[in-house]
């Protein structure tokens, strides 16, 4: 029996299965996503303003994804008990604080109180949250939980939530990258908002940060006469950087379209599938137990492999 | 005047002289295309680690010849990887495969539509690398050519697999040898995965995420399956045929070539990435079971040396190829090490997958080619090369060439990977840390470049020398024939 | 070593042959127990194929206990704006800084009546006010106009129990009414004009 034919749809079929899982599958599902809403209700995400549009074509032409990734990880998500208002009843408070929190003494527990409001415990499970809420409110004191996504990520502060598809419903191309020889971007819009000081950092980047590895790109930029007054676009550099007298440093349209999409990157609005309160990143801040030093561990995914 | 009167002796006395007469038909048929694929392959060499030496010193120089916008990093590094791909890796494998199904089939190559497919391959990696140094990089790792510098390598590929497909279905020799199967799915896989890539990502992008997920599924696909497919073809001829042992065993290959293909094309989506989950977990699994590929490939190899390794180092060819194999195992063992969660968390976003896939491209595919055309070049020619000795010279340049450029990858990358998971470590102090490892792997560059140099040159020199011997005979010829009928020579 | 270098070309050996031998039973089993793994990882950390699942979370049911709780005050949401839209000026520890914002730690305005508080991001500030016994005479942009009655309520909810402050929580309702009042005035509120209003 002539086997060839067999074989051949065999291996065919074999390959061909990673394009339906792979491709066709995603295609389906992901790549058909439209608009959600945050847990706020608003509509998410919202377009990118055209310059900013503009702006991601200039940083895909220049490489900029073979050194920075678009995608914050996370490697868990914790509850934070926020305890928001005293109450009438101290003493009460203060012993229901020291239940949900054994190895609080008195007058740690006192010390608390008096930085109302301030987040005093941290759970990994609904249930103890729940139950920690119910414990605190008492004599009209007011607690509440906080969900609080966490991992390296987050804690060195790139972004207060991980990414999901959603994110980049609007981007094209998604330039997500995939190594980290310079920070993580995809909240970057929220971490510096400053136009000026992308301008500056992209001219000279070792001036915005010290050893700094980035290399400049003088190109986005122009030196121009300057008129009697400086305009409002000339980078204000050091002297050892500035133009001479009478020339001023100027971004050219690609340069400030470039900052406009930097500016524009954000990814911390609550969502459904990647639920945060919003409330800051900062870790809890709790008496004299640094609970926050086990944030990375706090993760309730399964047991790893 | 047809190839096979050309005035250079035929190579090869085979076992028997009507196999010898038949070996040195293909080979003399597959002079020209052959040099043609591996001289332009040589050039694309050149050019992709001189871009890839520049792209290596600005690491940890970042103002190195940071002015011109054509040659800022961001566009260099794309320029150097997707050139040594398509320039090299590519189209070297069409021609070693060609020679390889050609001979394992007994069948004949026919030039012309090879000849015109290297054209357009080569037209499509000029526009490529142009495209991307002038900024039109489509964005994504191995897919960076333009929408039009992807046409002309799909037509160029299309001219040479057409060929090749149907010499197969031409073969004189029925029976499949392993390598033909091999290269066999190579050869079907390469057009579908391309074009699905280059139209759903490049030409008309899909929405979202959904081009990254198609462009991590493409780039596993062709360096891992394709290359794999390709390399490993061509390991299992050059072993038993330069030992002069037998494969051992079919079977063993078989299983190889199974596993290969059904998990190594699901591997390549990241575990990080910003996907719903079952996408990256299935991934996993197929990288844990791509293990079955690598021990298979490591048993085959043992047993058809018989355990006496020393055997792969007799030959210089081997030699390239043994190390290929060492790479491949070794990137092997990388990629399911990144798959373990404890240990990927660290690599993740590092100089690890780097050089993890360098390991492949280059330490295992390109060493493996290097390795195919210092056995086929001089079959094809009937002579040794001009410079029999650069050889040796480029087989330890690229050797330490990967041992000083990629291991100091993996090591800084894991360095990297445990300050990047320390949020206490400044991310300025994070880019520090990993300058030393940048500093030794950019010396491995320049070994490697002057290793590439070598073999252009050789390959440079005796093409010159047989265009020289070419027009010598022709006009030697032409004399003959004008001479006066009663005067013979 | 080099013998194969050096020797002329023309010697040719015939094609490799395979032997046909057998696959060792071991590989099969390995490949069974790695499938078998497999199967379990994949079990434990795909969602099996929800769309909405995304590590670390393990199914929907899973990511329905992670929802933030709605309703009431959102103070962490109120932290969170003021650190972004507010801290700018007046600092993260309502401090205030000299020539730019007057600080909201144990301020009158701060924590004392609402309506007269909830003016100032409604419409603005602007001209001399006394503040903690000092004067200052800056302008305040209306920063809460654009912002949602839950934000704003939040927001200044968050202000009026932070750093010492110990004032009355402002309800979502209580901007609304507010915001109806102020309607669509252009004119920031001035010092005078604010102390006119009745305190309740």
Not at chain 2, 457 to 466: A, E, Q
Not at chain 3, 44 to 72: C, H, M, N
Request: charged content about 15%; proline content about 6%.
């Amino acid at each position: 029996m002539n086997y060839g034919p067999l074989i051949f749809l065999a291996a065919f079929f074999a390959l061909a299965s990673s394009w339906f899982g792979v491709v066709l599958t995603p295609q389906l599902n992901v790549g058909q996503l439209q608009q959600t809403n945050t847990l706020n209700g608003a509509l998410y995400p919202v377009a990118r303003p055209g310059t900013a549009q503009q702006g991601l074509q200039v940083y895909r032409a220049n490489g900029c994804a073979q050194c920075h990734s678009q995608q914050i990880g996370q490697s868990g998500t914790v509850f934070d008990v926020l305890l928001a208002n005293a109450g009438t009843n101290r003493a009460a408070l203060s012993e229901a604080l020291q239940k949900v929190k054994p190895t609080l003494s008195a007058a740690d527990a006192d010390q608390l109180l008096s930085r109302i409001p301030v987040e005093v415990a941290r759970f990994t499970r609904r249930e103890e949250a729940d139950a920690a809420v119910k414990t605190l409110s008492v004599g009209g004191a007011k607690a509440q939980f906080l969900v609080c996504p966490v991992g390296p990520d987050i804690t060195r502060g790139w972004g207060k939530r991980r990414n999901v598809a959603e994110d980049y419903l609007f981007d094209s191309p998604t330039l997500l990258g995939s190594v980290r020889i310079g920070p993580d971007l995809a909240n970057v819009g929220v971490r510096q908002p400053d136009i000026n000081w992308h301008l500056r950092h992209l001219y000279a980047p070792k001036s915005e940060v010290k050893g700094s590895t980035m290399p400049s790109y003088p190109y986005l930029f122009e030196k121009r006469k300057a008129g009697r007054q400086p305009s409002s676009e000339a980078l204000a550099l050091t002297s050892e950087l500035a133009a001479e007298k009478g020339w001023e440093i100027v971004p050219t349209p690609e340069g400030k379209a470039l900052v406009a999409y930097l500016v524009s990157l954000r990814s911390d609005a609550p969502l459904f599938i990647s639920p945060i309160s919003l409330a800051s990143a900062a870790p809890a801040e709790v008496g004299t137990n640094a609970s926050a030093a086990n944030a990375s561990a706090a993760t309730n995914a399964p047991a790893s492999k | 005047m047809s190839a096979t009167e050309s005035p250079i002796p035929s190579s090869s006395v085979g076992s028997s002289p009507g196999c010898g007469a038949l070996s040195s038909g293909i080979d003399s048929s597959s002079r020209l295309p052959l040099l043609i694929l591996f001289g332009a392959g040589a050039f694309w060499l050149v050019v992709s680690s001189l871009l890839g030496l520049i792209s290596s010193i600005k690491f940890h120089s970042p103002n190195f010849l940071a002015e011109p916008a054509w040659l800022t990093y961001g566009r260099v590094r794309p320029a150097f990887a997707d050139s040594l791909l398509y320039g090299f890796c590519l189209q070297v494998a069409l021609a070693a495969g060609l020679w390889l199904a050609a001979r394992l089939g007994r069948t004949v190559i026919k030039p012309l539509p090879i000849i015109a497919g290297a054209k357009l391959l080569n037209i499509g990696v000029v526009l490529g690398v142009l495209g991307i140094l002038s900024g039109d990089a489509s964005g994504f790792d191995t897919l960076n050519f333009p929408r039009y510098a992807a046409a002309f390598i799909f037509g160029g590929y299309f001219l040479i697999g057409v060929p090749a497909v149907l010499m197969f279905h031409r073969r004189a020799v029925r029976t499949l040898y392993v390598s033909q199967w091999f290269l066999l799915a190579a050869l079907f896989w390469f057009p579908w995965i391309y074009s699905t890539a280059n139209l759903l990502v490049v030409a008309f992008p899909l929405r979202g995420v959904a081009q990254p997920i198609i462009a991590w599924w493409y780039a596993a696909n062709f360096q891992f399956v394709w290359m794999g497919l390709v390399g490993l073809a061509i390991t299992f001829y050059l072993v038993p045929k330069v030992t002069g042992r037998e494969l051992v065993s079919q079977n063993l290959a078989l299983f190889a070539f199974w596993t290969l293909i059904l998990f190594g094309s699901w591997t390549g989506i990241p575990r990080s990435a910003p996907v719903p989950a079952y996408l990256p977990s299935i991934s996993t699994v197929a990288t844990v079971l791509t293990t079955l590929v690598f021990v298979s490939v490591a048993l085959v190899i043992w047993k058809t040396v018989d355990g006496k390794i020393g055997l792969l180092w007799d030959s210089l060819s081997l030699r390239f190829v043994t190390v290929g194999l060492v790479c491949f195992l070794t990137a092997g063992l990388m990629n399911i090490a990144d798959s373990v969660a404890a240990f990927g968390a660290i690599t993740n976003f590092t100089w690890f997958t780097i050089a993890q896939t360098q390991l492949l491209s280059y330490g295992f595919f390109s060493m493996t080619l290097f390795g195919a055309m210092y056995f086929i070049t001089p079959q094809i020619v009937g002579r040794e090369l001009p410079f029999p000795k650069w050889a040796g010279v480029h087989f330890w340049m690229a050797t330490l060439g990967i041992l000083f450029g990629l291991a100091p990858l993996a090591l800084g990358g894991i360095v990297q990977g445990r300050n990047l998971l320390n949020a206490e470590v400044a991310f300025v102090d994070v880019a520090k840390s990993t300058l030393m490892f940048l500093r030794v792997s950019t010396l491995g560059d320049v070994l490697i470049l002057v290793g590439h140099g070598l073999l252009f040159v050789n390959l440079l020199v005796l093409g010159l020398r047989l265009v020289r011997i070419t027009c010598q005979a022709f006009l030697a010829e032409a004399i003959s024939e004008a001479q006066p009928a009663g005067v013979k020579s | 070593m080099n013998a194969n270098l050096n020797q002329p070309v023309m010697v040719d050996v015939a094609e490799p042959k395979a032997v046909s031998g057998q696959v060792p039973v071991w590989l099969f089993l390995l490949g069974f127990v790695l499938l078998f793994w497999g199967m379990y990882y994949f079990d434990q950390r795909s969602g099996w194929f929800k769309t909405e699942v995304y590590s670390p979370y393990i199914s929907v049911a899973d990511l329905q206990r992670f929802q933030p709780p709605t309703g009431g005050v959102d103070l962490g949401r109120g932290r969170a704006i003021y650190e972004n839209v507010c801290a700018l000026c007046h600092n993260p520890d309502g401090a205030g800084k000299p020539n730019q914002a007057p600080p909201l730690a144990g301020s009158e305005w701060a924590t004392g009546s609402p309506a007269r508080m909830l003016r100032i991001p409604l419409a603005g500030l602007t001209g001399p006010i006394d503040v903690k016994g000092q004067q200052w005479n800056l302008a305040m942009p209306a920063m809460g106009a654009q912002m949602s009655d839950e934000d704003l309520a939040a927001t200044l909810s968050y202000i009026r129990l932070s750093w010492g402050n110990k004032a009355s929580e402002i309800t979502p309702e209580m901007v609304k009414a507010i915001r109806a009042q102020v309607g669509n005035r252009s004119q920031p509120f001035t010092g005078p004009e604010l102390l006119s209003i009745p305190e309740k």
